[in-house]
């Protein structure tokens, strides 16, 4: 009965011990984390508190507190580039996401619910494969060439063009994945009831798939709205350049306005890190998914 | 399914592929013939038009005898092995982490987003803040705490080490994210088996959570390598290439050469052989995994029973 007793005391004692010991490394652990998330949140945080500063403030010295919006407003007025670069990028990113959501769909559906001659199969394949891997500044030299010859050179419609292509492999993975969850019995009980091919694609597929959509989506835009290369080399800058590039071009060999550039940085970056939030999920299964493929 | 399978291809069908083709094999494809046909030849631009001459190899001739050119592949090689192996590790130590951590785990997925959804030429601009001789905070705290400052981006070292340390910040959450992902897959049964059998935590990441990583630990590290070729934005305002050509990644290089020298067909001979030794890599890596995969005693055979 003692011995017994004693035996239960030693092995709580032992247990807790344990436990102890676990919250521990726990403890550590968390602390580790914490450092390392603070490490990749730091950068950020500190471009947004100088887009508040002064200049006077952010070249001193010294640690100083110099509260301002002169940044933004000086970025927002009338005689700024700012403004226009602002229209050209959701002018280029809504005409991206349209072109690229249209195209990359309806091939996903051809691909994987329609039947498709075996050469078709093959280079659309082929390319989904083949251009996520070519360097875009490879592609560079014969876009510009081409964009000469078609007289789209610096044209919006020439940078949905180029933003499309480089987004459409990987929009298509991304839908083909969303309609191969889709089961067949739907496409086939459609062709019963008698609906062509093109009214089963847009009544029935296309509200099944809509989730896939959000994603490729949301990952085509973000993407285009951080495009640069394609907008260095393609736009003669100023008014006619995405926002992208009019942030490169505040960075001048002699006086930089360190708060504007800070500040055109933040109002580039916080509205897509807000919409990360209210999306997380769904921009890293985008993210993960069309990695694994 | 059958009844599609059983059809011949229908017209929809085919139309629906069409939009596809025509801006990548079309509007692609004929840009990529452009730059196969400029690398082997002479450009010039006179009164607005090209004017194309065969130029044989020359251009490629040129290459082998220019010095930033083959500086640059060298640069980028270190480049991408130094990016990779980091943000590979980083990503895999805090996937292992944030997925012990119940306190930090859903907050860390949103807030290792950041990075990688900036815009790189915002990442660029970020770092010039932290790094600049003249007003970087990196400098200011190591003045504040009496530690000798530091011109980061104007030394040669200096700054390959920054464009590395800014890359791995930028990417290493894709990486995390990837292998967060799989970490979450893999089955827990495995896990508290090797407990029950009294393994401790390190034997357990060390004996089964990374062997069952390892298909996206590979598939990780073939990703961040392309990516890694790709660079261009970050660098470009940075360090733009300097100081001294010391960061001139091969995409710097080719667009200094197209833009600012106006050697048209040396910079598209340049990107042809940056194609040409990626294919090749890529494809000496497939007949790699498949010769190991056919080997007749490898561990992946002898799982399978």
Redesign the interface.
């Known amino acids: 009965m003692i011995v017994g007793s004693h035996a239960i005391t030693t092995e709580t004692l032992a247990g807790a011990k344990l436990r102890r010991r676990k919250s521990l ?2 403890v550590s ?2 602390a ?3 450092l ?2 603070l ?3 730091a ?2 945080a ?2 947004i508190v ?1 887009s508040f500063q002064s200049d006077r403030a ?2 001193s ?1 010294f ?1 100083e507190l110099d509260l301002t919006l002169a940044n933004i407003a000086g970025i927002l007025a009338e005689d700024q580039p700012f403004r226009a670069q602002l229209v050209n990028s959701i002018a280029i990113v809504a005409g991206t996401v349209a ?1 690229c959501g ?3 769909t ?2 996903a ?3 994987s ?5 075996w050469w ?1 199969n093959a ?2 394949g082929a ?1 989904c494969a083949v ?16 964009l ?1 010859q078609t007289g789209l050179l610096g044209s919006l419609t020439g940078l949905i ?1 180029l933003n ?2 480089l987004n ?2 990987f929009a ?1 993975v991304l839908m083909k994945i969303g309609f191969d969850e889709v089961p ?1 019995a739907l ?2 009980a459609a ?1 019963i009831e008698g609906a ?3 009214r089963t ?1 847009w009544t029935i597929m296309l509200p099944l798939v809509a989730p896939s959509l959000i994603t490729s989506s949301l990952f085509t835009a ?1 993407m285009t ?2 495009e ?2 394609m907008g ?2 393609m736009t003669s800058g100023g008014t006619t350049s995405p926002l ?2 009019g ?2 071009s505040l ?1 001048q060999p002699y006086e930089v306005r ?1 708060g504007q ?2 500040a055109v ?1 933040s109002l ?2 916080v509205p ?2 807000v919409a ?2 209210l999306a ?1 999920k769904r ?2 299964a985008g ?2 998914r069309g ?2 493929k | 399914m059958a009844s599609t399978l059983g059809r011949r291809s229908s017209f929809f069908a085919k139309a629906a592929t069409i939009p596809f083709l025509i801006l990548i094999v079309g509007f692609g494809g004929y840009s990529w013939a452009q730059v196969v046909v400029m690398a082997f030849s002479h450009l010039r631009i006179e009164s607005g038009n090209f004017v194309w001459t065969p130029a044989g190899l020359d251009n490629f001739r040129d290459i082998l005898t220019n010095e930033v050119a083959l500086y640059s592949l060298a640069v980028t090689t270190i480049f991408v092995v130094a990016t990779v192996a980091l943000s590979v590790v980083f990503g895999l130590v805090m996937a292992l982490l944030v997925q012990r951590s119940q306190r930090l785990n859903r907050i860390s997925q949103v807030v290792l987003l950041w990075p990688a959804i900036v815009a790189p030429v915002v990442v660029s601009l970020i770092w010039l803040l932290i790094l600049s001789p003249n007003i970087g905070v990196l400098n200011k705290l190591l003045d504040t705490v009496m530690l000798p400052t530091q011109d980061w981006l104007g030394t040669e070292v200096g700054a390959i080490v920054a464009i590395i340390i800014v890359d791995v910040w930028h990417w290493t959450p894709v990486a995390f994210l990837m292998l967060y992902t799989a970490l979450c897959a893999v089955d827990e049964e495995a896990v508290e088996a090797a407990r029950c059998d009294g393994a401790n935590e390190w034997q357990v990441i060390r004996y089964i959570k990374i062997p069952m990583l390892m298909p996206a630990i590979l598939g990780t590290i073939f990703i961040r390598a392309v990516m890694g070729v790709k660079a261009f934005d970050e660098m470009y305002l940075l360090t733009a290439g300097g100081p001294n050509s010391a960061t001139t990644l091969v995409s710097l290089h080719i667009r200094d050469v197209f833009f600012d020298q106006l050697n048209y067909g040396y910079g598209s001979a340049f990107s042809v052989l940056i194609v040409a030794l990626m294919s090749l890599i890529i494809g000496v890596a497939l007949v790699v995994q498949r010769l190991r995969r056919n080997r007749p005693f490898s561990a992946a055979r002898k799982v399978q029973p």
């Open positions: 490394v726990d652990c968390d580790v984390l914490a390392l998330l490490v990749f949140v950068p950020i500190w471009m100088l952010i070249i010295m640690w072109l249209t195209a990359s309806l091939a559906y051809g691909l619910k329609l039947k498709l001659p078709l280079s659309v390319s251009v996520p891997l070519l360097p875009p500044m490879a592609l560079v030299p014969g876009f510009y060439v081409t000469i063009i499309t292509i459409l492999p298509t067949p496409q086939e062709s062509g091919e093109a694609c973000i709205w951080n640069f290369l260095l080399t992208s590039v942030i490169a960075v360190w550039l800070a940085g580039a970056v897509i890190m990360s939030v997380s921009i890293i993210m993960t990695a694994v």
